[in-house]
């Protein structure tokens, strides 16, 4: 990883550098990566300086205030976009476009309204993996939409779904084609509060299972505490960077209850809290 770990203290959790030295063959590195648009009023920085390693099988989540280019920042690594500057490198590889190595779930499903739950997991399976036999792939549909719990809702269209149904087709249709990164655009974000924290423990529940990688983007602290390995926190647009990258220490398999008696939990929430809303603070003026 891309940070160096400094010395524990008791006030603060642990918080690590950015500026470190490189690991060597990371599983993802973005190094040095800025990303420009033209504009009629000149160029506009959205990010710059972006510099991170991440682990095969880790889980980091990524926060900060709107406008900070947390989204383009993970277009980059889906491919979406380019870097202006810098190099996004998968297993050494540079990313220049989508692939299916790399998956997206995004916040509003983009599901097919006129394909059952079935017919869009098979869709992807399908594109992926053509040289299958139907039988094959009907059953790689099939098991991932057993994954998560949605055997019986299979021939249902997204509009008979409910919202947090609609996810678990998305994270099912992902997963089917075994990615070797997950990439998770605030995908709980439009969820209610119960079925937030049912579909929190499922994705925790699978990625135990099958540890792929994950990049997630969340504007919930208390999400990426439970879910997390490193939080990486951006400063505020324009040109904005990776802030400080904070180490969750909570051993794995996670219990939300016990976490959340931990007195750790607070400290790490409360520094995350203060890098936001005070070191950080959104200008809404």
């Known amino acids: 990883m891309l940070n160096q770990p400094i010395t524990s203290f008791t006030t603060e959790p642990t918080v690590s550098s950015v ?4 690991k060597q063959q990371p599983f993802l590195t973005l190094s040095g990566v800025s990303k420009v648009y033209p504009t009629k009023k000149g160029p506009y920085t959205v990010l710059q300086g972006i510099n991170l390693n991440v682990d095969k099988g880790e889980f980091i989540c990524v926060i900060g205030h709107s406008g900070c280019g947390k989204s383009t920042l993970l277009n980059m690594v889906s491919g979406f976009a380019n870097p202006t500057g810098g190099d996004v490198l998968l297993q050494g590889k540079r990313i220049t476009k989508p692939g299916p190595d790399r998956m997206v779930v995004f916040q509003n499903y983009a599901l097919l309204p006129w394909r059952t739950a079935f ?5 992807a399976v399908n594109a992926v993996h053509p040289r299958k036999s139907q039988a094959e792939k009907r059953a790689i549909a099939h098991d991932h939409l057993a994954m998560v719990g949605l055997s019986e809702a299979a021939d249902k269209k997204p509009p008979q779904l409910s919202g947090g149904m609609k996810q678990r087709v998305s994270i099912a249709r992902a997963l089917a084609i075994r990615p070797q990164v997950l990439i998770l655009d605030e995908p709980f ?7 937030k924290e049912e579909l929190q423990e499922e994705l925790l529940k699978i990625w135990n299972d099958h540890r792929c990688t994950v990049l997630m983007i969340t504007h919930d602290i208390d999400e990426a505490l439970f879910l997390a390995d490193r939080l990486v926190m951006m ?4 040109a904005a960077t990776i ?3 904070m180490e969750i220490p909570f051993a794995r398999p996670r219990d939300r209850a016990l976490i959340m008696e931990d007195p750790e939990y ?4 409360n520094y995350a809290l203060d890098f936001l809303y005070n070191r950080f603070a959104h200008d809404d003026d």
């Not at 500026?19 to 490189?22: C, F, M, Q, Y």
């Not at 974000?189 to 079925?195: E, F, M, Q």
């Not at 607070?266 to 929430?269: D, E, G, P, T, V």
Request: hydrophobic share 35%.
């Open 235 to 238: 400063t505020n647009g324009p």
């Open 19 to 22: 500026k470190t030295a490189v």
């Open 266 to 269: 607070y400290k790490l929430r």
């Open 119 to 123: 017919e869009n997991v098979y869709l």
């Open 189 to 195: 974000g439009a969820l209610d509060a119960i079925t």
């Open 243 to 245: 802030g400080e990258v």
